[in-house]
């Protein structure tokens, strides 16, 4: 098993003050969860990273690169309209993914989805171009940012259980 010294190593990302203004708020929790699932990942080999931890076949790079399509496939396809190829957030694991270029690609993936959200600023309640969900309204900034708080925790919890299976390594 890989040493998990490096993985432990935290970012300065925390989560915000109790009196930070709404958007500061869900903004920060979820660069929080985003980091606690890249946190996971680093310091292991691509092989162990690519590795399933449960029947299912989800590996931590499975979770990274599905947490890389929802960030796209929502904040850029669905809010801004952008005319983007939508990415499989199922397809399975290729065996071809590296734990270098899967972080890389969901920090760029972070940084457009960020970009996005600071440009509707004061206007959470705005709703986007549509939606992901079939018959479904285009949400709201609020109504996304909270939803990618609820899906980037709850990879981050599988995440948790995956990397302490693979060398015991706990904690954020």
Same mark, same amino acid.
Do not use: K
């Given at each position: 098993m890989t040493d998990s010294t490096e993985a432990r190593k935290r970012s300065d990302v925390r989560p915000p003050g109790i009196n930070a203004d709404e958007q500061t708020t869900l903004l920060?929790?979820? /660069?929080?969860?985003?980091e606690a699932v890249i946190g996971k990942v680093a310091g292991l080999s691509d092989e162990e990273a690519g590795r399933p931890g449960v029947a299912s076949g989800t590996s931590l790079l499975w979770l990274?690169?599905?947490?890389?399509?929802?960030?796209l496939n929502w904040f850029l396809w669905a809010y801004?309209?952008?005319?983007?190829?939508?990415? /499989?957030?199922d397809a399975p694991a290729t065996g071809d993914e590296t734990v270098e270029e899967s972080i890389a690609a969901y920090r760029a993936a972070i940084a457009r989805a960020?970009?996005?959200?600071?440009?509707?600023?004061?206007?959470? /309640?705005?709703?986007?171009?549509?939606?992901?969900r079939p018959n479904a309204?285009?949400?709201?900034?609020?109504?996304?940012l909270v939803h990618m708080i609820e899906?980037?925790?709850r990879h981050?919890?599988?995440? /948790?259980?995956i990397r302490e299976q693979l060398d015991g390594a706990v904690g954020r």
């Open positions: 920060t929790f979820l /660069d929080y969860l985003r990274v690169r599905h947490l890389t399509a929802v960030e801004r309209g952008e005319d983007v190829d939508l990415w /499989d957030d960020n970009e996005v959200a600071a440009a509707a600023a004061g206007a959470l /309640d705005r709703p986007g171009v549509r939606s992901l309204e285009a949400p709201s900034m609020r109504w996304l899906e980037t925790g981050a919890g599988h995440a /948790d259980i």
